[in-house]
Structures are given as structure tokens and as C-alpha cells.
């Protein structure tokens, strides 16, 4: 098994309303994500966080994805660590979470369990509209520099995609760990998002970052044994929200995105 350098399991004390969570800003959710100087948790580790806290606290509960999550703050990584807590209530067929720092709430949405997911169907169009379209392919150098001029540096972690192919509203992108880093959920999710962000490039200037999703469903078991290639296709419905299917190299779906809601940082 693959040592997974991002896993949050070791940075959870158990409380009575769920966990005290203490993390390093060594930690690469800080350390490889840097948004205008200041090291920000990325909007997909809220939802790793919630993943692990669910299954340390709810062993029996099976995850299929989230539903109504909304990113009200960021958390800044200053000084060595960074503690904050998580909260959660189990409802049977799903189980809520927030997160808080002292008096501020960072975060809020639902896990949840079989038979409540979506899946959005158009994720095929979109691989075909773009393959059969003059499309604008950027290189994994194009994209990273990209990224970096509209105020995100992205370190190795999360420097997954090799290149994304956009025509107009819609982008193909091919992720991998290309370096022979590890590949998590947490890297590969956000560099699902970040092919969403690749629509703007050379139209949006300013960095762009989560607020809300409608929906995430698991529709299979994603392996990070072994080192793979993915293929997110990805339509934005409007400049600032954003549908996406996480395909394998066997193209079988293993994950959807409904209504992913971005916005400029502002930091």
C-alpha cells in the first residue's frame, strides 16, 4: 500500500460532537496551495476531512458523497499548526458536518449514504464536442504558470493534470501522477476542480475558489494503489458554476459533480 502523505486520519481527537483536529501547515493542504501569499486549506480537504471523520466515527456507515456543502471562510495555515473542529450529526441516511475555528464557521454540508447521490449524464457530449472541435490544449507547464498568474501557486502535490483540452464552455483534462507522486483523493479531486478553472484561462484574472456544490456521488471505488490516468470532462453552465465526471483508464465513471459554485477569493 502507498503511503498517503496527505491522509488527515492521524490529526483527529475524538470529542463528544466529533474531533479536535490539529494540523501542521507543513501539511501539503497548505504547504502546496498558496492563494494571493497566504497558505489556504483547499475546498476539497474540508470534504476529505469529512470522509475521515465520518468513517472514524460512523465505521458502519457506507460514504456515497456529499450533498449541499457551502465554503463560508477560509482557514489560513500561520505558524507551525493550525487547529480547528469538526462537528457531525447522523440522520441514518446521512451524516451533517461543520467546521469551526473558535467562533467562526468555515464550512457546512451532508455526507451521504447509498441511493442519494445524482450523477450528471452529459459528461460523454463533452469529451465528444471537444475531441471533434478545434480545442485549445494546455500544457501541464501552461496550465501551473496560468494558474499561478491568476494568484494560486499549486505545489507538487497538487500538480496532477498533464494537459486540458478547452473548447468554449467545456474542458477535457488528462490527470496522473505524472512525477511519480502519490495520487489521493484529495489531489485528485481538487485537480478535477482546478479543469474547471482552466475554462478561464486568459479570460478570469483573479483566483477562483469554492463556495458551494449541489452534489457529489461516488458511483465507484477509486484505486490509489497503483499509480492510473484519469479523464475529467467538465461544462461550466454558468462563468462561475461548474458540472464534471471523473472517469478511470477502463473509462468507467467514479465520480459526479452537480453545481459546483466558484467565486473569486478576495484574500
Not at 499548526?81 to 475555528?101: A, C, N, P, R, Y
Not at 445524482?118 to 463533452?126: D, E, I, L
Not at 494537459?163 to 478535477?192: H, K, P, R, W
Amino acid at each position: 500500500m502507498l503511503r498517503d502523505e496527505s491522509s488527515l486520519a492521524a490529526c483527529l481527537r475524538s470529542n463528544d460532537t466529533g474531533f479536535d483536529v490539529t494540523i501542521p501547515t507543513s501539511h501539503p493542504y497548505f504547504s502546496s496551495h498558496i492563494v494571493r501569499g497566504k497558505a489556504v486549506f483547499p475546498g476539497v480537504a474540508y470534504l476529505d476531512l469529512a470522509l475521515e471523520s465520518v468513517r472514524a466515527k460512523f465505521p458502519s456507515f457506507h460514504s456515497q458523497g456529499f450533498v449541499d456543502c457551502i465554503w463560508m471562510a477560509p482557514i489560513i495555515g500561520e505558524g507551525d499548526q493550525v487547529q480547528f473542529q469538526i462537528v457531525l450529526e447522523s440522520f441514518g441516511s446521512h451524516i451533517d458536518f461543520e467546521v469551526w475555528t473558535k467562533l467562526t464557521r468555515h464550512a457546512v454540508g451532508s455526507v451521504i449514504g447509498p441511493s442519494m447521490g445524482g450523477t450528471w449524464t452529459k459528461a460523454p457530449n463533452v469529451m465528444e464536442q471537444v475531441a471533434s472541435h478545434p480545442s485549445r490544449r494546455f500544457s501541464r507547464q501552461e496550465t501551473y504558470e496560468a494558474f499561478t498568474g491568476m494568484g494560486i501557486w499549486y505545489g507538487d502535490f497538487f500538480r496532477r493534470i498533464n494537459y486540458v483540452d478547452v473548447y468554449e464552455n467545456m474542458a477535457v483534462a488528462l490527470l496522473s501522477a505524472i512525477d511519480g507522486g502519490q495520487l489521493t483523493f484529495g489531489n485528485l479531486l481538487d485537480c478535477a476542480f482546478q479543469a474547471g478553472v482552466a475554462i478561464s484561462i486568459g479570460r478570469e484574472q483573479d483566483s477562483l475558489m469554492p463556495f458551494s456544490l449541489g452534489s457529489l456521488t461516488f458511483h465507484a471505488a477509486i484505486d490509489f494503489r497503483k499509480a492510473g490516468t484519469f479523464l475529467v470532462a467538465t461544462e461550466k453552465s454558468t462563468p462561475f458554476r461548474t458540472n464534471m465526471g471523473l472517469y478511470n483508464e477502463e473509462d468507467q465513471l467514479l465520480l459526479s459533480v452537480i453545481d459546483l459554485g466558484v467565486k473569486p477569493s478576495r484574500l
